[in-house]
């Protein structure tokens, strides 16, 4: 089965610091990847998405996620964090087949932005 | 343009009783899609109905079930109900299935259960 660790439950970091959260997936082929970002009191907001070709995805909001098939990882980055990304930030995959890519989530990455 | 609406906001109710909880998507929308939400288990995908017809579904036992009427409004009913299913309920629309998928599903606020 397929499944998907976000090892950092909180980060902190500065407003104008870069910003790396961390995904690992565990699935016998490459899954479709993606990144949901939760803001307070809001539904989720789909960042970016992994299907095929260049392994560095560029997103909304100034987001890109690089995957990496020998870490299994896909790993989310911003060079500047503002204080409104403050929010729960979602990895999950897809199976790569069978027509439905139900997505199978991460446990979550709160990010606090500190002034 | 009015947003997702889900109705009620909260709910409380009691082990073995069913809640069914509603969800208007924004006009137009044809997709209507379900998330669980809680600290135990996270988000998980309920199930999608589009067109009046499911299109997807998760892995949710049967107690879980759902429809969609033909101006798209879906409605989400959990009977026999768990502590466990204690949880936010999120509904999201999109113009065509696979919301998830796209930069333009846009969720409701959520409606609140609590099983005690």
């Known amino acids: 089965a397929q499944s998907v660790t976000q090892p950092d439950i909180h980060i902190t970091v500065s407003e104008g610091a870069s910003l790396e959260l961390r995904c690992n997936y565990s699935?016998?082929?490459?899954?479709?990847l993606f990144w949901y970002v939760q803001s307070p009191g809001q539904g989720l907001q789909l960042l970016l998405k992994y299907f095929s070709g260049d392994t560095l995805v560029q997103g909304i909001k100034g987001f890109e996620a690089e995957f990496k098939r020998s870490q299994s990882s896909f790993n989310l980055r911003k060079p500047s964090v503002h204080w409104s990304d403050a929010a729960e930030y979602f990895c999950?995959?897809?199976?790569?087949?069978?027509?439905?890519?139900?997505?199978?989530f991460g446990r979550g990455t709160s990010l606090i932005v500190h002034p | 343009k009015a947003g997702v609406t889900q109705t009620p906001r909260y709910l409380i109710k009691t082990r073995g009783q069913q809640v069914t909880l509603s969800c208007s998507p924004i006009s137009g929308h044809r997709s209507v899609s379900w998330y669980q939400q809680t600290p135990g288990q996270g988000l998980q995908f309920l199930f999608e109905?589009?067109?009046?017809?499911?299109?997807n579904k998760g892995n949710f036992p049967g107690r879980f079930s759902g429809r969609q009427f033909s101006n798209s409004r879906s409605e989400m009913n959990v009977s026999t109900l768990e502590l466990g299913d204690s949880a936010l309920y999120l509904c999201?629309?999109?113009?065509?299935?696979?919301?998830?998928?796209?930069?333009?599903?846009?969720f409701g606020p959520g409606t609140r259960l609590t099983v005690t």
């Open positions: 699935y016998g082929a490459t899954p479709y």
């Open positions: 999201a629309s999109s113009l065509e299935t696979g919301g998830w998928l796209s930069y333009e599903q846009y």
């Open positions: 999950a995959v897809a199976p790569p087949s069978g027509g439905s890519y139900i997505p199978t």
């Open positions: 109905y589009f067109s009046e017809t499911q299109r």
